[in-house]
Structures are given as structure tokens and as C-alpha cells.
């Protein structure tokens, strides 16, 4: 990094005890004025714990915390916020129906004590965004904007506060390429300007590009610290899961002749005139911009969304999906995008919401067989490697990660003849990653068919069969196994 560098923040020993599970064990990482720096490893080894220790929404069972010299031995969230330290979470927490200079000075006070008022804000707002260089209005409603748009805000919100310590807890898992670029310029901004990032992705690429150091956690404990130039990819693995990992893509038998899904012309929730096939033993791929409508053509074929015109036919048969629940029934299953609020009821047990969608089975003379859905459970806990003490503790206490592996395992657990993955990977960790592409590979081997939405380009490149490009709601085009490359998907997706 060069030059004589100044610690803000400094955690010394920090344990955090669940029942059950140390998350964080005698944990020491000191942080640089205007530095950027990553924190990473494997879901569940205690990220999103540490950084909560920082904003105050947790007390630590021990340990302290030295911020600008002095020493706490836990903070309170006010007091953290009024300290200058501003997190943008991994579910960002906006108020959807206000608009976005509402959102910047919410509890903001003008010097004078005063709180500003609606033109004030608007203006203010606009001087802020512009130094992010991006096209937000002031007056943009928060729920017409993307999420790269709306991380933008929480970082101009983070601004407006002074905020002198900014924790990103995996800012890029759900954006594109592009808007990637763009919060990378801003984080270089923040770190230009003094401000101190500390960066949790599980995207290990990125970190090469915009960190100084990375710090790498492992079960609760501290692995070490590296500057980022003197590191690899593959030392960084090492470091989080401390065993051999394969990198590459799983290969795959092709898929059959036989056609299980046919679209035609199928046009509704925003997209228009889509046209393709799907076989048995396929993974078909959809690649596009964020808003080019993939998510929204899922949820016609899962028939979560009306059609306007056009058919969807199952093995032939022409199928009117009005609820997801023909689309269950026509053997279709989704894992969806937004996986807190769609996937899974998370105040119910881990082992109650993988055997959810097959009680049925489960079930017999009405009563469930107890021990079959816990032996149910139990596969899917290892076969995914889900990080818990217990199978009945509520699906809440699991980190980001690992709820989601519950809500794959979930949607697995169902038999469909067809699963929908709409971001397979967001927040997983590298580890089980590359589990969930043998599963999904196994899946299509034993005959079942998959659509895959995903906005990491490698894994789609790596993945699928063939590409399908939307770009505003149409079909820009379909890419066959040997034609597909990056920049040919990229090009078709931007609508050249
Ligand atoms: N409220 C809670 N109750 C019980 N256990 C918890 C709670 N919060 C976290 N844990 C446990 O603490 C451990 C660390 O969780 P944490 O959320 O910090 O992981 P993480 O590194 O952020 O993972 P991810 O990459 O999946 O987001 C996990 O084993 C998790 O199950
Ligand atoms: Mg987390």
C-alpha cells in the first residue's frame, strides 16, 4: 500500500457464542484509514457477525473494540452511526415507496437542528448523486430503481453522514457486469476521499481489483491478513476452506432429443414474443441485463405471473398456469432470485422447510413419518454442506448462505421434472458452489431439465448448453455450446 497508513478501527479478540456454535472465535483485524478491505470466507465463518459487532446490532460475549483511540467493549447501533460508521447490508433495508432523497436524509439534521424540507432535500440529494456520476433522480421512487442503483444510494446515504468507516456486505451479488464497473469507481472515490471500506464478497475476482488487504476467516476463527498484491486466488482458497478445491466445470453428458418445455410466442409481466425448447437433461442458460426481463419470464413458466398470449407446453401438452401451484403441478419447480422473501419461511425450522414442498410423500394415514423427514433433511445438510448445530434450529439463525442452501435444498427436495434456478450461486461460497453445480449436473443427468438465470458470466459460460440472450424484454438471441463466448453474450445483451 505504501506510504505511513493510520488505524481507525481495531477489534481485539472478539468472541461471539450461539448456542451451540462459536461464530466468532478470539478475533483480532485492524483496519487503515482509506483503505479498502476484504474480509472473506465460506458461509457460515463469521463475516456478517464481525461486521455486526462494528455497527453495534450485536454485543460480542468478549473482546473490544478501539475506534479513533479509544476502547469499547461493544457499541450501540446510534452510537456507531453517530461515530461515522455506515453499513450497506446484504438485504438492503429502504423504504420502497419514498423517494430517493427521502431515503438519503432520512434522520438527517441540518447544523442548525433543523431537518431539511422536500425541495432542500432535492437538491441536496442531486449534489450527492452527481458525485457518484450515475443517472438516479432525487425523485426516483426507491422501488423503480435497480439494485446496483439502490446500493448507490445507501452509499450516498452513507455520505450525506460523514461516514468514515463504510462495511459493504456482499455489494455485487446481485448486479450485472456493468454496474459492477460502476460501484468499483465509487468505492475507489470513497477510499480516494479518506473513507474506509471494509468489502465482503465471496467474489474473489473482484478483490484484485479494488482491495489493499483481505482478511480471511475460517469456522469463527482468524486465518491471517495479506496484502492483496501478495496473494493469489488460489491462496485465498486454501485460506477459507483449507482443503483442495476443483475449479473448473463439472463436464456433462448432452442433453437428449426429447422435449419436456416448449414456449411459443409467450408474451406478459414485461417480456414479449419469447420462442425456445428446453430437453430432458438440459441446462439452458439465459443471459441479460439487469431488467431485460429473465426473472420476469421465469415466473410466467412457473405461472407466478399471468401470460398475455402465446403457450407454454409441457411435453407437448399445452398447459394455463394461473397460480405457482400448476406450475407445481406441471412439475415445475423455482428457486428464486430473492431468496429471504420468496424462497423460505425462515421462522421455521431448517428441517421443516426442506421437507415442505414433499410432505406429501412424507405423509402417511395422515400422519408424517417423522424419521424419513429428518433422514430427508439430513442428506441435503451434507449434501450441501448447510452449517448448523441443529436441523430443527429456525432457519433465521443460519447466516445468508446457508439459508439459502435450505431454500435449494427445498426446492430439490420437490422431484420436479424441471427446475428453474434463478441465481444459483448469489452468496454461496466457493466451496459449496461447485457442490450445487454437480448436484444441478446430476439432476440433468438422471433426466431432469434446468433453466438457469445467472448474471456471473463464468458460471453461464461454464454451465449451460446453450444460451438465451434477452435484452429489454425480447430474445436477443441463443448461443450454442461452441459459439458462446463472453463478449458475444455481452454484446447481445447490451442489444448490439
Ligand atoms: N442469531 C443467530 N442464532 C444462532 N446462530 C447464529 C445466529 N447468527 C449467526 N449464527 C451462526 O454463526 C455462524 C456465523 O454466521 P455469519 O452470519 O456471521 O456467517 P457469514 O460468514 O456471514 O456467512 P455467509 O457467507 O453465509 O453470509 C453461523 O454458523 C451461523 O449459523
Ligand atoms: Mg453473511
Known amino acids: 500500500m505504501g506510504g505511513v497508513l493510520t488505524e481507525i478501527l481495531s477489534l481485539k479478540n472478539i468472541s461471539k457464542e450461539y448456542p451451540g456454535v462459536k461464530a466468532l472465535d478470539n478475533v483480532s483485524i485492524s483496519f487503515e484509514k482509506g483503505e479498502v478491505h476484504a474480509l472473506v470466507g465460506e458461509n457460515g465463518a463469521g463475516k456478517s457477525t464481525f461486521i455486526k459487532t462494528i455497527s453495534g446490532a450485536i454485543r460480542p460475549t468478549s473482546?473490544?473494540?478501539?475506534?479513533?483511540?479509544?476502547?469499547?467493549?461493544?457499541?450501540?447501533?446510534?452510537?456507531?452511526?453517530?461515530?461515522?460508521?455506515?453499513?450497506?447490508?446484504?438485504?438492503?433495508?429502504?423504504?420502497?415507496?419514498?423517494?430517493?432523497?427521502?431515503?438519503?436524509?432520512?434522520?438527517?439534521?441540518?447544523?442548525?437542528?433543523?431537518?431539511?424540507?422536500?425541495?432542500?432535500?432535492?437538491?441536496?440529494?442531486?449534489?450527492?448523486?452527481?458525485?457518484?456520476?450515475?443517472?438516479?433522480?432525487?425523485?426516483?421512487?426507491?422501488?423503480?430503481?435497480?439494485?446496483?442503483?439502490?446500493?448507490?444510494?445507501?452509499?450516498?446515504?452513507?455520505?450525506?453522514?460523514?461516514?468514515?468507516?463504510?462495511?459493504?456486505?456482499?455489494?455485487?451479488?446481485?448486479?450485472?457486469?456493468?454496474?459492477?464497473?460502476?460501484?468499483?469507481?465509487?468505492?475507489?472515490?470513497?477510499?480516494?476521499?479518506?473513507?474506509?471500506?471494509?468489502?465482503?464478497?465471496?467474489?474473489?475476482?473482484?478483490?484484485?481489483?479494488?482491495?489493499?488487504?483481505?482478511?480471511?476467516?475460517?469456522?469463527?476463527?482468524?486465518?491471517?491478513?495479506?496484502?492483496?498484491?501478495?496473494?493469489?486466488?488460489?491462496?485465498?482458497?486454501?485460506?477459507?476452506?483449507?482443503?483442495?478445491?476443483?475449479?473448473?466445470?463439472?463436464?456433462?453428458?448432452?442433453?437428449?432429443?426429447?422435449?419436456?418445455?416448449?414456449?411459443?410466442?409467450?408474451?406478459?409481466?414485461?417480456?414479449?414474443?419469447?420462442?425456445?425448447?428446453?430437453?430432458?437433461?438440459?441446462?439452458?442458460?439465459?443471459?441479460?441485463?439487469?431488467?431485460?426481463?429473465?426473472?420476469?419470464?421465469?415466473?410466467?413458466?412457473?405461472?407466478?405471473?399471468p401470460r398475455e398470449s402465446g403457450q407454454i407446453l409441457f411435453k407437448g401438452q399445452e398447459k394455463k398456469l394461473s397460480s405457482p401451484k400448476d406450475g407445481m403441478a406441471a412439475g415445475v419447480a423455482l428457486i428464486p432470485e430473492d431468496r429471504k422473501f420468496q424462497g423460505c419461511f425462515i421462522d421455521k425450522p431448517i428441517y421443516w422447510n426442506i421437507s415442505i414442498s414433499t410432505i406429501d410423500h412424507l405423509t402417511k394415514n395422515g400422519m408424517v413419518d417423522r424419521k424419513a423427514e429428518m433422514e430427508l433433511a439430513e442428506d441435503y445438510r451434507k449434501r450441501l454442506k448447510i452449517k448448523t448445530p441443529f436441523l430443527t434450529q429456525l432457519t433465521s439463525g443460519l447466516s445468508g448462505g446457508n439459508q439459502q442452501k435450505v431454500v435449494i435444498s427445498k426446492a430439490l427436495a420437490s422431484l420436479p421434472d424441471i427446475l428453474i434456478f434463478d441465481e444459483p450461486t448469489r452468496g454461496i461460497d466457493i466451496g459449496a458452489r461447485h457442490e450445487i453445480y454437480l448436484l444441478m449436473n446430476e439432476l440433468a443427468e438422471q433426466g431432469k431439465s434446468i433453466l438457469m438465470v445467472s448474471s456471473d458470466m463464468e458460471e453461464l459460460l461454464g454451465m449451460s448448453e446453450r444460451i438465451i440472450v434477452l435484452h429489454e424484454g425480447a430474445q436477443a438471441g441463443e448461443l450454442s455450446k461452441d459459439e458462446f463466448t463472453q463478449e458475444k453474450v455481452l454484446a447481445l445483451a447490451s442489444g448490439l
Not at 437542528?113 to 425541495?119: C, E, Q, T, W
Not at 450515475?134 to 450525506?160: G, T, Y
Open 63 to 305: 473482546g473490544t473494540i478501539e475506534y479513533e483511540g479509544k476502547t469499547y467493549s461493544y457499541l450501540q447501533p446510534a452510537q456507531a452511526i453517530d461515530m461515522g460508521i455506515a453499513v450497506v447490508y446484504q438485504e438492503l433495508i429502504q423504504f420502497e415507496a419514498m423517494s430517493v432523497a427521502d431515503n438519503i436524509y432520512m434522520g438527517v439534521k441540518e447544523e442548525s437542528g433543523l431537518v431539511l424540507n422536500d425541495k432542500e432535500r432535492q437538491r441536496k440529494a442531486a449534489g450527492v448523486l452527481a458525485e457518484f456520476d450515475c443517472h438516479i433522480s432525487p425523485a426516483d421512487l426507491i422501488r423503480n430503481l435497480s439494485i446496483a442503483n439502490r446500493q448507490i444510494v445507501e452509499l450516498a446515504k452513507a455520505m450525506v453522514k460523514k461516514a468514515k468507516v463504510i462495511i459493504m456486505d456482499e455489494p455485487t451479488a446481485a448486479i450485472t457486469v456493468s454496474e459492477q464497473e460502476k460501484l468499483f469507481e465509487v468505492v475507489h472515490k470513497l477510499k480516494a476521499s479518506g473513507v474506509t471500506v471494509i468489502y465482503i464478497s465471496h467474489r474473489l475476482d473482484e478483490l484484485f481489483r479494488i482491495c489493499d488487504r483481505v482478511s480471511i476467516l475460517r469456522d469463527g476463527q482468524y486465518v491471517t491478513t495479506k496484502d492483496i498484491q501478495d496473494t493469489s486466488k488460489q491462496e485465498l482458497i486454501n485460506f477459507m476452506v483449507g482443503r483442495e478445491l476443483s475449479s473448473t466445470y463439472p463436464d456433462k453428458k448432452p442433453a437428449a432429443a426429447e422435449v419436456v418445455l416448449s414456449v411459443k410466442n409467450l408474451t406478459g409481466n414485461g417480456v414479449r414474443d419469447i420462442n425456445f425448447e428446453l430437453h430432458k437433461g438440459e441446462i439452458l442458460g439465459f443471459a441479460g441485463l439487469v431488467g431485460a426481463g429473465r426473472t420476469e419470464l421465469m415466473h410466467l413458466i412457473f405461472g407466478a405471473a
